[in-house]
């Protein structure tokens, strides 16, 4: 093979430079976190590229999102020295759909079909289990959209169901209606959800392999990270893809005009694309979304003559971080035994905090945060990760009141904001009109007297005529409704008509512009208006939203000249939660475990590590539950390069109760010497300077009568605090402040203001105080008087 030059293997070790420059038909490189499986993927790109070995076209990488996507092929053009158009960098999702707008038609599916996200899925399914009174057997929409995205991601539809059910029974009977139906819907509206995606781009390579034929030839090299989370579908995807297309295919193509046989080897075959992949199977936390760890553990028999390489130095954290790692998944059973290990020295001891409340854990970290702020960390290299999104609320509380710049990263996503999801909806209408989910959600929004006896009479007269719900709407005229409701309906269909055409890509002069399809429908329609004046308060925020829609669709019409409505709305439907992290902005970052794999931050605060949170109560009972919870806690604690800290409160508020929180059996697996613990601040019954005591199967009665005393107390504290919050809650908007005025703060005493910043409601007061030091607080809500 060709040498690979040095600028692309400097700054490697020996294990790492082998597998950027080995050269043949599978590769598997498996190694702990931080190890720099990431890192070797990016040079063995650059490096494909630069000796010529492959065109940029000839390239699929796949990450497992699209901002480490965006990052990777950074990373290659910088080693590279230019920009290499043509290379696919994606995720599966993005690649499936790139693929299926091409060859949509060859399996009878409309190219401009709609993605429908998990909230689109839940109401279809809800009105589903409504017609079919499936709520009475206990389905649920959630229920029953886990077990139809559990069996796309084995590539079971619902014929290969119905052979395997058993069809006595009640519960299997109505699931396999409630799969037909949705499965059918999704089709009439021409739509797929996420897990079609790849399951249907599978099917169009099997079922045609012409056109499997053209990304076979067309891919050479297909890298993978993250490969240990890849489920069934994803491994069957990669499989077809590395086919070598087969001569008598090679041969018949030809003959249409596709060059196939430069490719082909002496015997008219092109042989299978050589295929990377890397992974930690300690680092497997998808399960419960399909992925298969065997997919990892299996390579070697699946792809004969793999190459494995093991890469065991970390780069990333300091020694103490990685043995308290190495500690945490020794536990797990059924694993190659393998020790992450540095040679950067110990580090800082890890910090262990109890607070005696989720809000008292929250002030501690707000605290901290801007301990390490002051030592020279920026905010943006601070992550704070949590279990679940509930855990958000107190967090968001302290930090708003100590005025610390953060960001939920995946929260309530932009995207699923009920009013973003009405505008969207528009123009989903406008570019698929056989869409009836997106018409039915516009169809009375905003208000325009179409109730739902209306709406259903639309949707029977569709159904009875064998037409769509959009030519129902053309019609309504001659459906005997009210002339009101019959005008609102006929200057809706008229307005999408209109929209459409300025849409449509082949009108003449190239297709008007995203943004301005946009307004104009807005405008017709009158959602923007609607919003901007109503008296709810809460619309004056909403209607914010869909202006900041309307910029972003500028955006995107100025950053992709040309694109047409399609192209956005794919984009759009592509965004994945980890996408929305902005390094260039200067805030915390809060995000689940879930959401921080493959990133690393200086510090990472790992929060709630209590019982019932981690491990999750859900999963406790599920087979390999624990053991997929112990790695998620691993995959938080090698996300941190200097400092880790762990937190847990000794009570939690949960649907509105408060009770116990017991610490997590992970933390007794950390060895006691890498721990500082310390002491929980105001808490008589805390063990100050120890580790908190974990949960024992063998509890004594002793205990348990403890535990009690700690409800009450825990209560306690819980009204003590929401007095201190209430007392709070005020409004000194119009405070005047300037530098050199005197202040006293409820808890801080008295001080002086050395700075003013922000404006209106985001004022900051920067208050040297006497005794308790330097803080910034929060103008409108700080408990605070001038003097
Ligand atoms: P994860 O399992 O968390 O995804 P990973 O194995 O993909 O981790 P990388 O993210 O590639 O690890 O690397 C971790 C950190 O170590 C990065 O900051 C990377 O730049 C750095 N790194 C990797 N290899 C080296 C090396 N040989 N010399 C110096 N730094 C390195
Ligand atoms: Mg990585």
Same mark, same amino acid.
């Given at each position: 093979?060709?040498?690979?030059?040095?600028?692309?293997? %400097?700054?490697?070790?020996?294990?790492?430079?082998?597998?950027?420059?080995?050269?043949?038909?599978?590769?598997?490189?498996?190694?702990?976190? &931080?190890?720099?499986?990431?890192?070797?993927?990016?040079?063995?790109?650059?490096?494909?590229?630069?000796?010529?070995?492959?065109?940029?076209?000839?390239?699929?990488?796949?990450?497992?999102?699209?901002?480490?996507?965006?990052?990777?092929?950074?990373?290659?053009?910088?080693?590279?020295?230019?920009?290499?158009?043509?290379?696919?960098?994606?995720?599966?999702?993005?690649?499936?759909?790139?693929?299926?707008?091409?060859?949509?038609? @060859?399996?009878?599916?409309?190219? *401009?079909?709609? =993605?429908?996200?998990?909230?689109?899925?839940?109401?279809?399914?809800?009105?589903?289990?409504?017609?079919?009174?499936?709520?009475?057997?206990?389905?649920?929409?959630?229920?029953?959209?886990?077990?139809?995205?559990?069996?796309?991601?084995?590539?079971?539809?619902?014929?290969?169901?119905?052979?395997?059910?058993?069809?006595?029974?009640?519960?299997?009977?109505?699931?396999?209606?409630?799969?037909?139906?949705?499965?059918?819907?999704?089709?009439?509206?021409?739509?797929?959800?996420?897990?079609?995606?790849?399951?249907?781009?599978?099917?169009?390579?099997?079922?045609?392999?012409?056109?499997?034929?053209?990304?076979?030839?067309?891919?050479?090299?297909?890298?993978?990270?993250?490969?240990?989370?890849?489920?069934?579908?994803?491994?069957?995807?990669?499989?077809?893809?590395?086919?070598?297309?087969?001569?008598?295919?090679?041969?018949?193509?030809?003959?249409?005009?596709?060059?196939?046989?430069?490719?082909?080897?002496?015997?008219?075959?092109?042989?299978?694309?050589?295929?990377?992949?890397?992974?930690?199977?300690?680092?497997?936390?998808?399960?419960?979304?399909?992925?298969?760890?065997?997919?990892?553990?299996?390579? /070697?028999?699946?792809?004969? &003559?793999?190459?494995?390489?093991?890469?065991?130095?970390?780069?990333?954290?300091?020694?103490?971080?990685?043995?308290?790692?190495? @500690?945490?998944?020794?536990?797990?059973?059924?694993?190659?035994?393998?020790?992450?290990?540095?040679?950067?020295?110990?580090?800082?001891?890890?910090?262990?905090?109890?607070?005696?409340?989720?809000?008292?854990?929250?002030?501690?970290?707000?605290?901290?945060?801007?301990?390490?702020?002051?030592?020279?960390?920026?905010?943006? %290299?601070?992550?704070?990760?949590?279990?679940?999104? *509930?855990?958000?609320?107190?967090?968001?509380?302290?930090?708003?009141?100590?005025?610390?710049?953060?960001?939920?990263?995946?929260?309530?996503?932009?995207?699923?904001?009920?009013?973003?999801?009405?505008?969207?909806?528009?123009?989903?209408?406008?570019?698929?009109?056989?869409?009836?989910?997106?018409?039915?959600?516009?169809?009375?929004?905003?208000?325009?007297?179409? &109730?739902?006896?209306? /709406?259903?009479?639309?949707?029977?007269?569709?159904?009875?005529?064998?037409?769509?719900?959009?030519?129902?709407?053309?019609?309504?005229?001659?459906? +005997?409704?009210?002339?009101?409701?019959?005008?609102?309906?006929?200057?809706?269909?008229?307005?999408?008509?209109?929209?459409?055409?300025?849409?449509?890509?082949?009108?003449?002069? +190239?297709?008007?512009?995203?943004?301005?399809?946009?307004?104009?429908?807005?405008?017709?329609?009158?959602?923007?208006?609607?919003?901007?004046?109503?008296?709810?308060?809460?619309?004056?925020?909403?209607?914010?939203?869909?202006?900041?829609?309307?910029?972003?669709?500028?955006?995107?019409?100025?950053?992709?000249?040309?694109?047409?409505?399609?192209?956005?709305?794919?984009?759009?439907?592509?965004?994945?939660?980890?996408?929305?992290?902005?390094?260039?902005?200067?805030?915390?970052?809060?995000?689940?475990?879930?959401?921080?794999?493959?990133?690393?931050?200086?510090?990472?605060?790992?929060?709630?590590?209590?019982?019932?949170?981690?491990?999750?109560?859900?999963?406790?009972?599920?087979?390999?539950?624990?053991?997929?919870?112990?790695?998620?806690?691993?995959? &938080? =604690?090698?996300?941190?390069?200097?400092?880790?800290?762990?937190?847990?409160?000794?009570?939690?508020?949960?649907?509105?109760?408060?009770?116990?929180?017991?610490?997590?059996?992970?933390?007794?697996? =950390?060895?006691?010497?890498?721990?500082?613990?310390?002491?929980?601040? +105001?808490?008589?019954?805390?063990?100050?300077?120890?580790?908190?005591?974990?949960?024992?199967?063998?509890?004594?009665?002793?205990?348990?009568?403890?535990?009690?005393?700690?409800?009450?107390? @825990?209560?306690?504290?819980?009204?003590?605090?929401?007095?201190?919050?209430?007392?709070?809650?005020?409004?000194?908007?119009?405070? /005047?402040?300037?530098?050199?005025?005197?202040?006293?703060?409820?808890?801080?005493?008295?001080?002086?203001?050395?700075?003013?910043?922000?404006?209106?409601?985001?004022?900051?007061?920067?208050?040297?105080?006497?005794?308790?030091?330097?803080?910034?607080?929060?103008?409108?809500?700080?408990?605070?008087?001038?003097?």
């Amino acid at each position: 093979a060709p040498r690979v030059s040095e600028h692309l293997l %400097d700054g490697l070790n020996p294990q790492q430079r082998a597998a950027v420059e080995y050269r043949g038909p599978a590769l598997l490189i498996v190694a702990g976190a &931080g190890s720099g499986k990431t890192r070797v993927l990016t040079h063995r790109v650059a490096s494909l590229i630069e000796t010529k070995e492959a065109w940029p076209s000839q390239i699929l990488a796949i990450t497992f999102t699209n901002k480490a996507a965006a990052e990777m092929r950074e990373r290659v053009e910088a080693l590279l020295g230019e920009a290499s158009g043509g290379m696919w960098i994606s995720t599966f999702h993005s690649a499936c759909v790139r693929i299926l707008r091409r060859e949509a038609e @060859a399996i009878g599916l409309s190219k *401009a079909f709609t =993605i429908y996200d998990s909230a689109d899925q839940r109401v279809i399914l809800k009105r589903i289990i409504k017609d079919t009174s499936a709520d009475t057997l206990g389905f649920t929409p959630a229920g029953a959209a886990a077990k139809i995205s559990k069996l796309k991601n084995e590539l079971a539809d619902v014929e290969s169901y119905a052979r395997n059910a058993n069809l006595d029974d009640p519960q299997e009977a109505m699931f396999l209606d409630i799969f037909r139906q949705y499965t059918r819907r999704l089709r009439d509206a021409s739509a797929l959800d996420f897990d079609d995606l790849i399951a249907e781009t599978v099917y169009l390579f099997r079922a045609f392999p012409k056109v499997a034929a053209l990304y076979q030839r067309r891919f050479r090299h297909i890298l993978v990270d993250e490969y240990q989370d890849t489920n069934h579908a994803q491994y069957a995807l990669i499989r077809e893809l590395t086919r070598p297309v087969e001569p008598d295919v090679v041969a018949e193509l030809e003959t249409h005009g596709v060059r196939m046989r430069v490719l082909a080897d002496d015997d008219g075959r092109i042989p299978g694309a050589s295929l990377t992949v890397v992974g930690d199977s300690d680092q497997s936390i998808y399960a419960f979304r399909g992925a298969d760890i065997r997919n990892i553990v299996e390579f /070697e028999r699946d792809y004969p &003559g793999a190459k494995v390489v093991l890469l065991e130095q970390n780069y990333r954290s300091t020694q103490n971080i990685l043995s308290a790692a190495n @500690a945490v998944i020794a536990n797990n059973f059924d694993r190659k035994d393998k020790k992450l290990w540095t040679a950067d020295g110990d580090g800082a001891k890890i910090v262990g905090y109890t607070g005696y409340s989720a809000h008292d854990e929250a002030q501690f970290i707000a605290d901290e945060i801007d301990a390490l702020h002051r030592s020279g960390v920026a905010y943006r %290299d601070i992550a704070v990760f949590y279990r679940t999104n *509930a855990q958000t609320r107190a967090l968001e509380e302290i930090f708003v009141r100590s005025a610390l710049p953060y960001r939920v990263v995946g929260g309530t996503k932009f995207y699923e904001r009920a009013e973003i999801k009405d505008a969207m909806a528009y123009l989903i209408a406008v570019a698929n009109p056989l869409d009836e989910l997106a018409l039915r959600r516009i169809l009375n929004t905003p208000k325009r007297g179409i &109730g739902p006896a209306t /709406e259903t009479q639309l949707a029977n007269f569709a159904d009875e005529n064998g037409m769509t719900f959009r030519e129902a709407m053309r019609v309504a005229s001659g459906l +005997g409704l009210g002339p009101k409701v019959t005008a609102a309906i006929t200057a809706l269909a008229e307005l999408l008509d209109e929209a459409a055409e300025l849409a449509d890509p082949a009108r003449e002069g +190239g297709p008007t512009k995203v943004a301005d399809v946009l307004l104009h429908l807005m405008a017709g329609s009158g959602l923007l208006d609607t919003l901007r004046n109503s008296r709810d308060p809460q619309d004056e925020t909403r209607a914010e939203n869909v202006e900041e829609l309307v910029a972003q669709t500028r955006d995107f019409d100025r950053e992709n000249p040309g694109a047409t409505l399609l192209d956005f709305l794919t984009q759009v439907s592509l965004v994945a939660a980890a996408d929305e992290i902005d390094d260039e902005s200067g805030t915390v970052s809060l995000m689940t475990l879930h959401t921080a794999k493959g990133l690393e931050y200086h510090a990472v605060f790992l929060t709630g590590i209590e019982e019932g949170l981690l491990p999750h109560q859900m999963s406790a009972t599920e087979p390999g539950g624990p053991a997929e919870e112990r790695r998620l806690f691993y995959v &938080g =604690i090698t996300r941190a390069r200097r400092r880790l800290y762990l937190s847990l409160a000794m009570s939690r508020a949960q649907f509105g109760e408060v009770s116990v929180a017991m610490p997590s059996r992970y933390l007794q697996e =950390i060895p006691d010497e890498l721990i500082d613990w310390r002491q929980s601040p +105001g808490d008589a019954t805390s063990r100050g300077g120890t580790r908190p005591r974990a949960l024992n199967a063998r509890q004594s009665r002793e205990q348990q009568r403890r535990d009690r005393f700690s409800v009450a107390s @825990a209560t306690k504290a819980k009204t003590e605090w929401t007095n201190r919050v209430t007392a709070n809650v005020r409004d000194n908007g119009d405070l /005047e402040l300037e530098a050199g005025d005197r202040i006293r703060h409820a808890d801080f005493g008295e001080g002086r203001v050395t700075q003013v910043t922000g404006i209106g409601a985001k004022r900051v007061a920067h208050v040297s105080f006497d005794t308790a030091g330097q803080k910034k607080l929060l103008i409108k809500i700080a408990p605070i008087e001038k003097l």
